[in-house]
């Protein structure tokens, strides 16, 4: 494997380890982390719940202190940088509800500039500008004068984030920034932060339970496990190699295909044709208990006629149907299933 370069580095972790300590217990969650950050990709970090995800945002974006180890931020550690420097090296986006009161979405993002300006807040032309290229690169222009009450949760997250950029930072972290969204915003946020990585050569780490989102996106996954080291890699390296059915010990998950396995109850159909039609309709048979094998009686076929799908069948005769839940019926009786 070809090692990442140093300056190529936003953070090392070395050696940390990450829980909490009383005067007289120490409970360590997570121990021997040694990771490094990369500028300009979008890591996902993943693991069970209650294995420490949270914990160790909090540790590195300056929180909360580790219990020993070291986390180095260009070249220097966590603990001799002072809270206004931390303030220009992390913007954090935290998974709790977001409730900013009578602000409108602009005046959000504008807050992502505290780390720059004076207490009575005189914006300089280069917040300004700053405020504006945030906007514009989560777009969230057509809502941003609206109250932020007003504004979908999808809407919200985005704002989250442009104030993240706003604070111009070289690494962002944000804790499950997709857990209160639907699947659609779920996607667009995590769409956007890949984006955000690639075209500003941020560092950007994310804590996820979005595991078929996170293998699709992700430049890198840390996979944190109970009782074990977080362990690091490209997304394709950590399924071939086992790791991430270690960690999440998954059932019924296939990730050879990245789908729901899907259950044969020995019958058999021919399946022809290609295209999206073919995916769904591949789809609704395996669903269905169907397994695909050229060598079966029945053939299914479709035809496109203007924009209309049929499906044919093939065996004893000809059978047509005008939907897949048609085309299922009808095999089941044709099986006698």
Request: hydrophobic fraction near 40%; glycine fraction near 6%.
């Amino acid at each position: 494997m070809i090692p990442i370069e140093n300056n190529d580095i936003a953070m090392i972790l070395k050696d940390l380890s990450v829980g909490y300590a009383s005067k007289k217990v120490v409970s360590p969650i997570l121990e021997e982390i040694n990771l490094k950050l990369p500028y300009g990709q979008l890591i996902c970090f993943m693991g069970p719940n209650g294995v420490g995800k949270s914990t160790l945002l909090r540790t590195i974006s300056g929180i909360q202190k580790p219990l020993s180890g070291q986390i180095v931020i260009d070249g220097r550690e966590v603990n001799q940088i002072t809270p206004e420097a931390m303030a220009k090296s992390i913007s954090l986006v935290l998974t709790d509800q977001i409730n900013a009161g009578n602000l409108t979405a602009r005046e959000v993002i504008a807050l992502g500039r505290y780390p720059y300006v004076s207490w009575n807040i005189n914006f300089s032309k280069k917040d300004l500008k700053a405020i504006e290229k945030a906007i514009k690169l989560t777009e969230t222009t057509s809502f941003i004068d609206r109250k932020t009450y007003e504004l979908s949760d999808g809407q919200l997250q985005k704002v989250m984030i442009a104030r993240a950029l706003a604070q111009d930072t070289p690494i962002i972290i944000l804790d499950e920034p997709t857990a209160h969204l639907d699947l659609n915003n779920r996607v667009a946020v995590i769409n956007l932060l890949k984006k955000l990585a690639e075209n500003t050569g941020k560092a950007i780490l994310m804590a996820t339970h979005e595991l078929d989102l996170a293998l699709q996106t992700a430049d890198r996954l840390w996979l944190a496990g109970f009782n074990a080291p977080i362990i690091s890699g490209i997304p394709e390296d950590l399924v071939l190699n086992g790791a991430i059915d270690k960690v999440f010990q998954l059932k019924g998950y296939d990730l050879r295909t990245g789908q729901l396995e899907k259950r044969s109850l020995g019958k058999k159909v021919n399946l022809s044709g290609q295209g999206h039609e073919y995916l769904w309709t591949k789809n609704a048979l395996e669903r269905n208990g169907f397994e695909i094998d050229s060598a079966a009686e029945h053939t299914v076929s479709f035809s496109l006629e203007n924009d209309e799908i049929t499906w044919q069948i093939e065996g004893e005769g000809i059978a047509i149907t005008n939907t897949l839940e048609e085309l299922v019926i009808h095999l089941n009786k044709l099986l006698k299933y």
